[in-house]
């Protein structure tokens, strides 16, 4: 199957910089979308910024101008470049990917990192 690791977070201040990085592991015929997701205590998870192999991205409205995602299709790996953090940036942050597997042809599926944990506070 297929694995995200993922690498990156920990603790910032406000203002600060932070890179996400990952990278998917496994038979994978071809990744059609890999992006970011966060979790917040007691909130839903919701959509950072998504990457798609057309080379469209997609991005919450509360990071524009302030993340950054980007893709290696060689590696399989996407990132996400976070500045200027803000408090409410804190959260889980799950990479995740919609990958075409090998077998049967055609099947694809998504999958999810563990999270990573992203702090921001003075």
């Given amino acids: 199957q297929v694995q995200l690791v993922e690498s ?15 990278t998917a592991q496994g038979s994978i015929v071809r990744i059609n979308m ?24 997609n991005s919450a409205d509360s990071v524009k101008g302030r993340f950054t995602i980007s893709g290696d299709n060689a590696k399989n790996r ?8 803000k408090p409410e940036d804190t959260a889980v942050y799950y990479c995740t990917a919609f990958v075409e597997l090998p077998h049967p042809p055609g099947l694809t599926r998504s999958f999810w990192g563990q999270g990573t944990q992203v702090t921001v506070s003075s």
């Fill in 78 to 85: 996407v990132d996400l470049q976070m500045d200027n953090l």
């Fill in 8 to 22: 990156g977070g920990g603790l910032a201040q406000p203002g600060g910089t932070l890179r996400l990085s990952c």
């Fill in 34 to 57: 890999m992006g970011w997701y966060r979790q917040a205590p007691g909130k839903e998870r919701e959509m950072v910024a998504t990457l798609h192999n057309a080379g469209f991205v």
